[in-house]
């Protein structure tokens, strides 16, 4: 444990909190998306998300009409022409503010591989394929538990925007939290293929905490720009591994 903490003491951490290394480390992760050997594991997560969305679509489609047949008379078929537009805007909203967390739900059992192919082309080291298929199953119940750690921090912010005087303060409040949590969400891949638990995650972060913050909250805002957010979430991780390279693996 002592070795461990020597280490990590040794990690140039004024680097890492430089938030132009931050930015330019997400920057470079998105030049990193077509390299062979990663890109599969961009494209396989997003065409299982589109194609759940598009199935969503069919139905929602399906179930909308057979709705509409149910309530409008023959005399009122003229309004299906009216709501149709509504139930368009509707889906592609909510397509838009869950497309992220469904991403990040599906690409877990990827982005841990793709994490460590990052790792191996950057310092031209051979990964472990062995340990894909049982790497990918911890992603996803890491995924789960930083969902859990976001849940419980999600309805105490959420309630300061309904109290006089605090509620001014709470939208700030708001983006550094989620700012924080993206730092965790990403940076978590190529921490725990280094043995990283969570506890020892946040920790870490919390060294270079303006570096972290400027990588969160720069993944944030990429993931509100149309097309941009498709490829948000595999360029972070591709990022975050790149940003955290120097790392030393613990026991």
Do not use: H
């Not at 890492?16 to 290394?21: E, R, V």
């Not at 920057?27 to 969305?53: D, E, S």
């Not at 929602?60 to 709705?67: E, H, I, K, P, Q």
């Not at 060294?207 to 097309?227: K, S």
């Amino acid at each position: 444990m002592s070795n461990s903490v020597s280490q990590t003491a040794a990690i140039d951490c004024r680097r890492l909190n430089s938030p132009a290394t931050a930015l330019r480390y997400l920057i470079t992760g998105l030049t990193w998306l077509a390299k062979p050997g990663i890109r599969r594991y961009v494209w396989i997560p997003l065409v299982i998300n589109l194609m759940l969305y598009s199935l969503g679509l069919w139905l929602g489609m399906r179930y909308f009409s057979v709705f509409l047949n149910w309530v409008l008379p023959a005399w009122l078929d003229f309004v299906r022409w009216l709501l149709w537009p509504v139930f368009a805007v509707g889906f592609f909203t909510v397509m838009y503010f869950t497309f992220s967390v469904l991403a990040n739900i599906i690409g877990s059992p990827f982005y841990g591989v793709l994490a460590e192919r990052t790792a191996a082309l950057a310092t031209g080291c051979k990964e472990d394929r062995a340990a894909a298929p049982a790497g990918m199953l911890a992603g996803l119940q890491s995924e789960f538990r930083r969902l859990s750690y976001l849940g419980l921090r999600v309805l105490p912010l959420a309630v300061l925007f309904l109290v006089p005087g605090i509620n001014v303060a709470a939208p700030i409040l708001w983006m550094l939290f989620n700012a924080w949590f993206m730092a965790l969400e990403y940076t978590a891949y190529p921490l725990e293929a280094r043995g990283y638990d969570f506890e020892r995650q946040r920790e870490l972060l919390g060294r270079f905490r303006i570096g972290a913050a400027t990588f969160g909250g720069t993944v944030m805002l990429a993931q509100t720009i149309p097309l941009l957010n498709i490829f948000a979430a595999p360029a972070a991780v591709v990022g975050a591994t790149l940003y955290l390279l120097e790392l030393p693996a613990q026991d």
